[in-house]
């Protein structure tokens, strides 16, 4: 049976609201994807900015633990003349009087006895005699400035001609040693190298 005009009409206008839902209803499909896919970038940028800055904190950690790594090594690294400050110091000491060096030390650790041994052996070969064997002592420490802990003993005033050259010999290889009245140490004319632990 055909359908009348009315029927006609009224079936366009459902037709037309049918059509229109369905695109309204893509339109906001269309727009809920774009937002949603804008948001998952925002996120996604947030995290890879995230993971870019926790990648440059764990890099400056590295370089700081590298750092700290090898201050630790270079001052658990023993004591160690080279043959340069050995060539140096013994140049530096030609021209002085020569005589007896005692060698005090604090530590049988064996850093700080090998040391004691490269200093004895520095001294010898500078043309100074050693007693046979250093003095291990516990009865005194002296705060001899770092790295290489060392200091000269004599009595003010006392002291053998050949102290202080043996102090300015030191210096000029790079090590700082201290000069240390030793009334409570030494016996007047005396000289010790005092070696400090590490």
């Known amino acids: 049976m055909p359908l009348t005009a009315d029927e006609l009409q009224r079936w366009a206008s459902i037709l037309r609201w ?26 996604q940028r947030t995290e890879k900015t995230q993971a870019q800055e926790r990648l440059k904190a764990s890099e400056a ?18 004591r160690q003349l080279t043959a340069e400050q050995c060539t140096t110091f013994i140049a530096a000491l030609a021209k002085t009087p020569k005589g007896p060096v005692g060698i005090v030390y604090v530590s049988p650790q064996p850093e700080s006895t090998g040391f004691v041994e490269q200093i004895r052996s520095l001294l010898t070969d500078a043309g100074f005699t050693i007693p046979a064997k ?4 516990l009865g005194y420490t002296i705060a001899a400035p770092a790295p290489w802990f060392i200091a000269v ?29 030793g009334r409570d140490i030494a016996q007047p004319g005396e000289f010790k190298i005092y070696i400090g632990s590490k």
């Open 18 to 43: 049918v059509g229109l839902s369905v695109t309204a209803v893509g339109v906001l499909i269309t727009f809920g994807s774009h937002y949603i896919a804008d948001k998952l970038l925002v996120v």
């Open 61 to 78: 950690e590295l370089q700081a633990t590298k750092a700290k790594t090898a201050e630790l090594a270079h001052k658990l690294a023993p």
């Open 134 to 137: 250093s003095e291990y002592s």
């Open 153 to 181: 003993i004599a009595v003010a005033g006392q002291e053998p001609p050949y102290a202080l050259p043996i102090q300015q010999a030191f210096k000029e290889i790079g090590i700082d040693a201290i000069g240390t009245d």
